[in-house]
């Protein structure tokens, strides 16, 4: 515990780890990593990685959440929270939903957001190095370019940082951006990478309701997720059957990992690029 606790640079960082396992065991098993600006992104956007590791034997999810909740909304019955009564009762949720889905490991790095989003935050950078040589997981789940929240972007670049930094002893076979604040059903159908999120809903309820402290007050984005998964699953194929019943769609981000030279803007730029041209080749032939 005292080794990992040392590596990380914030003193309020939390390490939450499986029932009998050891620290090093929980991290050095990961297979599948989500790495999310908040509390609630990763059961959000890597739910793929969750459930298969759920009830595997040789497969383990873990999760890194960078910020430390302090500066969230609050709603009804928190609305009288301090900013650190907030942090506390939003590492507790994150928590909840690592024991509920059966994480390995679950660790929250306890920056401010606006600390993230300094563009030298080198020490964000540093403690996810130090992970990644720990845990070599094979996927990892990130949040993508064309998302539109500050913090998630900010949060994306400081992890293709990382994984650029670590690629000298292991690149994950697959590195997903997800969607969450913007979803990326945009995306020509070959540059999808569908995740299937079909499986345990009764599972998928329970992660996406731990989430309380975001939920009251109105802001459903336990439905709203269910909704966009079950969407795309459906506005996938215009012609076809429903091949998913819940799908998250998600953009291939290894070239980042692999070319340190391709800028993250020139990657995504290339996609809407795609978009504008399929949307222009068809309005064309009909017009
Ligand atoms: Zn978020």
Known sequence: MFLVMAILKQPGSDIWIRDGFSIDDALSRTTHLGIGAHQDDLEFMA???IAACYESEDLWFSGITVTDGRSSSRKGAYADYTDNEMRVARMAEQRKAAEIGRYSAQIQLDYMSKEVKVDACEAV???????????KPNTVYLHQPADKHDAHVAVLGRCIEALRRAA??????RIIGCEVWRSLDWLADSDKIAMDCGAYPELTESLNAVFDSQITGGKRYDLAVLGRRRANATFFDTHGSDIYTSVTWGIDLKPLVED?????EALILEKMVELSRDVANRVSKFS
């Open 168 to 173: 000298d002893f292991h690149i994950p076979d």
């Open 260 to 264: 340190t030279s391709l800028p993250m």
């Open 47 to 49: 739910y793929e990685g």
């Open 125 to 135: 950078v540093e403690d996810l190095v130090a992970l990644l040589r720990k845990m």
